[in-house]
T-cell receptor, first 112, second 117 residues
Framework: DGGITQSPKYLFRKEGQNVTLSCEQN?????MYWYRQDPGQGLRLIYY???????QKGDIAEGYSVSREKKESFPLTVTSAQKNPTAFYLC???????????FGQGTRLTVV | GENVEQHPSTLSVQEGDSAVIKCTYS??????FPWYKQELGKRPQLIID?????GEKKDQRIAVTLNKTAKHFSLHITETQPEDSAVYFC????????????????FGKGTKLSVKP
């Protein structure tokens, strides 16, 4: 539900490997966001994109990369440079400013 | 940029009592303040929101108040029920990078509400 889909729900990777998390929305929203959620830390903004082919760093962008080649898709790559990648990752989208943001179901990434 | 502080981090109430969660924000240009509820293992979902031209908004047992002068807003839940137990996040929308045409939601750290039967 909600029209925004993240996959997979659970992901395991070995340390040193890059991994890409998928986020797709069919809500025709211009803006898309990636947040990281750690216990007691709330939702911290990693990257955001307000239009296709453009994106900006959030508060904790180091060790992550994104692309926005299509309006519907905003994949997040967790690179080997991210020192503590194990976390719950949430993707969201919204229409215009001052409107509701819809979240995906999240991807729980575990790096071993 | 915007900074949102949320208190308390945990809150335990007896069923039927009221619960209040408070947030402060730093950017006076912020004009949209939503509240999200996240149940264990699920995605955050919007429960109520308020815009800067309104001081209070109610939806059944939930209300939000906004004080723009003091830059704080609060969530009030009355007649709490066990199913209200969840983590609640406040957020404020800042100006973004396009002259205010799009704003990013900056979240507080969350409040874990426990309602005891």
């Amino acid at each position: 539900d909600g029209g925004i889909t993240q996959s997979p729900k659970y992901l395991f990777r070995k340390e040193g490997q890059n991994v890409t998390l998928s986020c797709e929305q069919n809500l025709n929203h211009d803006a898309m966001y990636w947040y990281r959620q750690d216990p007691g830390q709330g939702l911290r903004l990693i990257y955001y994109s307000q239009i296709v082919n453009d994106f900006q760093k959030g508060d904790i962008a180091e060790g992550y990369s994104v692309s926005r080649e299509k309006k519907e898709s905003f994949p997040l790559t967790v690179t080997s440079a991210q020192k503590n990648p194990t976390a719950f990752y949430l993707c969201a989208s919204s229409g215009q400013v001052g409107t509701e943001a819809f979240f995906g179901q999240g991807t729980r990434l575990t790096v071993v | 940029g915007e900074n949102v502080e949320q208190h308390p981090s945990t809150l335990s109430v007896q069923e039927g009592d009221s619960a209040v969660i408070k947030c402060t924000y730093s950017d006076s240009a912020s004009n949209y303040f939503p509240w999200y509820k996240q149940e264990l293992g699920k995605r955050p979902q919007l429960i109520i929101d308020i815009r800067s031209n309104v001081g209070e908004k109610k939806d059944q047992r939930i209300a939000v108040t906004l004080n723009k002068t003091a830059k704080h807003f609060s969530l009030h839940i009355t007649e709490t029920q066990p199913e209200d137990s969840a983590v609640y996040f406040c957020a404020a929308s800042d100006r973004g990078n396009y002259g205010g045409s799009q704003g990013n939601l900056i979240f507080g750290k969350g409040t874990k509400l426990s309602v005891k039967p």
